[in-house]
């Protein structure tokens, strides 16, 4: 089993940032890559970005490109999502997912295995 905590949710204004963290403890070496999800309200869960712990090679959702940076501290099995120029659409609970990476012919994706307990984001405009 692998434990995910995230942190660093909160509310901020449109153009604003944030920067959240997800800590892994357990069975890490069952997983492969780490990913943020989001869910807003009465909307599906979608992937955000993605990061393939052994190289760092990593992937994100067009609406993100650009704006979020998904990065990782191995040493201490955390990853970040630093989120810049939110806006409206990025409010949403993120939650943080450890799982399989996953090559497919449409992009690579991480496959969720564990989930953390999600941490929450409000972009008022």
């Known amino acids: 089993q692998v434990r995910l905590v995230e942190s660093g949710g909160g509310s901020v204004q449109a153009g604003g940032s944030l920067r959240l963290s997800c800590a892994a403890s357990?069975?890490?070496?069952?997983?492969?890559?780490m990913a943020w999800f989001r869910q807003a309200p009465e909307k599906e869960r979608e992937g955000v970005a993605g990061?393939?712990?052994?190289?760092?090679?990593?992937y994100y959702a067009d609406p993100v490109k650009g704006r979020f940076t998904i990065s990782q501290d191995n040493a201490k099995n955390t990853v970040f999502l630093q989120m810049n120029t939110l806006n409206s659409d990025d409010t949403a609970m993120y939650y943080c997912?450890?799982?399989?990476?996953?090559?497919?012919?449409?992009?690579?994706?991480?496959?969720?295995?564990?989930w953390g307990q999600g941490t929450e984001v409000t972009v008022s405009s």
């Open positions: 997912a450890a799982g399989v990476w996953t090559i497919r012919g449409s992009g690579n994706t991480c496959y969720p295995l564990y």
């Open positions: 357990g069975h890490t070496s069952s997983s492969n890559c």
């Open positions: 990061i393939y712990t052994s190289d760092g090679g990593t």
